[in-house]
Each structure stands twice: as structure tokens, then as C-alpha cells.
């Protein structure tokens, strides 16, 4: 059985502002982001390889990141024995680090 996801409340609006962003570039991109993140989500109940250690983070706290294949984004998370916690999902490339006060 897949574990539940749970994010913190600051994920929705980064979610909705790369939405909006990516929308204004082009009428459906906007979704494509979305569907590309929820993807990256729901794949993070059965991690892979592709899952690293989060940069400029102490390993032992057990943050991970999962890039996004097409978008430059990548989504920070901690995987806990009975739920995955998703950190942010943040721009590869804007403010790296904003996020770790969550942690």
C-alpha cells in the first residue's frame, strides 16, 4: 500500500505560482507543470534511484529531492516510516535554499 503524502502549507502556493507562470508562457503548459508535479509525487511513495540527498542540507535529516524531467523544478521532500512529507517544490535555479527552514 502507498504511503499517504502530506505537504507542508507553503507547497500549494509554490505549486499555483509555477502553474500561473508557465500558463502565461503558453495556454496548457500551465497543466503540463501540474501534471509533471503530481507525477513526481505519487512516484515518490516507491522511491528510486533518482531520488538524491537534498543540497546544503545535513544528510542524517533524511531531505531528499526528486527532479522534474521537463521543468526546472525540483521537489524537496522527507520520507518518514509511515508518510512521505513534500518540503517545497522549488525552482531548481531561484533561491536555492529558501525551503530549509522548513526542515
Known amino acids: 500500500m502507498p504511503k499517504p ?26 497543466r503540463e507543470f501540474f501534471d509533471e508535479v503530481r507525477a513526481a509525487v505519487l512516484s515518490l511513495t516507491v ?3 533518482e531520488c538524491r540527498p537534498a543540497l546544503g542540507v545535513p544528510v542524517e535529516l533524511g531531505v531528499r529531492r526528486k527532479l522534474l524531467r521537463r521543468f526546472p523544478y525540483v521537489v524537496v521532500f522527507i520520507e518518514f516510516p509511515t508518510a512521505v512529507h513534500i518540503v517545497a517544490v522549488a ?3 531561484r533561491r536555492p535554499g529558501y525551503w530549509k527552514d522548513r526542515t
Open 91 to 93: 525552482h531548481a535555479h
Open 47 to 49: 522511491p528510486g534511484p
Open 5 to 30: 503524502v502530506r505537504a507542508d502549507p507553503d507547497v500549494e502556493e509554490e505549486i499555483g505560482a509555477g502553474v500561473a507562470w508557465y500558463e502565461q508562457q503558453r495556454t496548457g503548459l500551465g
